[in-house]
């Protein structure tokens, strides 16, 4: 289970990255020039799959009626479901 909660922090850290690069587009920072191709790739080309499949073992966990299911903090959940309506909404825009 602790692999579980591993997958959900690194989802969480890449929807970070997924906000920074959706934000770049539109603010152009001249200061991270140098790790933007980085929030670019995790953001947009694997924050998608990874969130996706975040929210898919979410919704399972809370479908079934697994005993631990409150090993990840239901904040995590929450804002990786807000980042997927976002990324879906900016993808399909």
């Not at 152009?28 to 080309?45: A, E, Q």
């Not at 979410?58 to 005993?67: G, H, I, T």
Request: glycine share 4%; hydrophobic share 60%.
């Amino acid at each position: 289970m602790r692999n579980l909660l591993f997958f959900f922090r690194l989802t969480v850290i890449v929807n970070g990255c997924f906000i920074l690069s959706a934000l770049h587009e539109y603010f152009h920072w001249t200061f991270i020039r140098d790790i933007t191709p980085t929030f670019l790739v995790l953001g947009l080309g694997i924050g998608v799959f990874l969130n996706a499949a975040a929210n898919i073992i979410s919704a399972v966990l809370l479908l079934s009626r697994y005993s631990q299911k409150n090993l990840i903090p239901k904040w995590m959940i929450f804002f990786n479901f807000l980042v997927l309506i976002a990324q879906l909404i900016y993808l399909f825009s």
